[in-house]
C-alpha cells in the first residue's frame, strides 16, 4: 500500500522559510516523477512543483514560485522536500505532496495526472 505523508508546515510570517517533507513508503518509484501542489480555501488545486531522476534529475517549478521554492528529493530515504524561501502570503494554503507513477513530469503540473497522494500540510503565511 501506497502512503505519503507530509510533514513541516506551521506559520510564519511573510519573508520566511519553511521545508516540507514528503515521506513515502510502499512505493519504490521515487525517482519517477513526484510533486507537490497546493490549495488554498475557495481555490483550484494548483501545482507547485515537480521532479524526475531518469539519470539526469529535471524540475518543473511554477511562475509563482521560481526563484523562491527548491524541490529535491533524497531517494536513500524515499523523502521528496519542499524548501520554500521568501514565503508571501499567498503562499497559504494546503500542500500535497503527489507521485506520478511515471517517468513523465509534464510542465504543466496536471494534478489529475498524480496517482497517488499524501493528506496534506498546512502552510500559513501572514503579513
Known amino acids: 500500500q501506497v502512503q505519503l505523508v507530509e510533514s513541516g508546515g506551521g506559520s510564519v510570517q511573510a519573508g520566511g522559510s519553511l521545508r516540507l517533507s514528503c515521506e513515502a513508503s510502499?512505493?519504490?518509484?521515487?525517482?519517477?516523477?513526484m510533486g507537490w501542489f497546493r490549495q488554498a480555501p475557495g481555490k483550484e488545486r494548483e501545482g507547485v512543483a515537480a521532479?524526475?531522476?531518469?539519470?539526469?534529475?529535471?524540475?518543473t517549478y511554477a511562475d509563482s514560485v521560481k526563484g523562491r521554492f527548491t524541490i529535491s528529493r533524497d531517494n536513500a530515504k524515499n523523502t521528496l522536500y519542499l524548501q520554500m524561501n521568501s514565503l508571501k502570503p499567498e503562499d497559504t494554503a494546503m500542500y500535497y505532496c503527489a507521485a506520478h507513477g511515471s517517468w513523465y513530469c509534464d510542465p504543466r503540473l496536471i494534478s489529475a495526472e498524480y496517482r497517488y497522494w499524501g493528506q496534506g500540510t498546512q502552510v500559513t503565511v501572514s503579513s
Open positions: 521532479i524526475k531522476d531518469d539519470g539526469s534529475t529535471s524540475y
Open positions: 510502499g512505493y519504490k518509484h521515487t525517482r519517477r516523477c
